[in-house]
């Protein structure tokens, strides 16, 4: 029962922004509060059905975990890995669309700076290649 609730709440966090925006709610401020308030909706339904979905498997874990004793270190280094990818890559893919805006108008009123923009651009992208470098150090440890 649980599990049919958390679908169709997710089912209703997907449709309900589609419906506010035929009905013609599209000014500004009231679109972008409702655009936030969907998607802490759709994160926190999505997190709440993977905890309530997988509670069965965690209790079948927990036998195998007794029997290797590092199956959760793995597991938890796999996380780490994957969200330091991740976030270096938003983080990453924001600084380059921000650097990347400005150096191309500042290109298209003075080419001499072309070289200076550049270097800014590819600071802002070395931040996701050290998340990714974080990600392999942590992958090397398992």
Do not use: H, W
């Amino acid at each position: 029962m649980i599990k049919i609730l958390l679908v169709v709440a997710l089912l209703l966090t997907m449709v309900i922004p589609f419906g506010a925006y035929a009905i013609g709610e599209k000014s500004r401020g009231r679109y972008k509060k409702y655009l936030a308030l969907n998607v802490m909706t759709f994160f926190s339904v999505l997190i709440g059905s993977a905890v309530f979905g997988f509670a069965d498997t965690a209790m079948a874990a927990e036998a195998v975990a007794q029997t290797s004793g590092s199956s959760l270190s793995v597991g938890m280094g796999y996380i780490a890995a994957a969200m330091s990818t991740g976030c270096s890559c938003i983080g990453g893919g924001i600084a380059v669309a921000s650097a990347a805006s400005a150096a191309l108008g500042a290109i298209s009123e003075d080419q001499s700076i072309l070289g200076k923009s550049l270097i800014f651009v590819g600071l802002a992208e070395g931040v996701a290649l050290y998340g990714l470098i974080i990600s392999f150090m942590i992958l090397g440890k398992l």
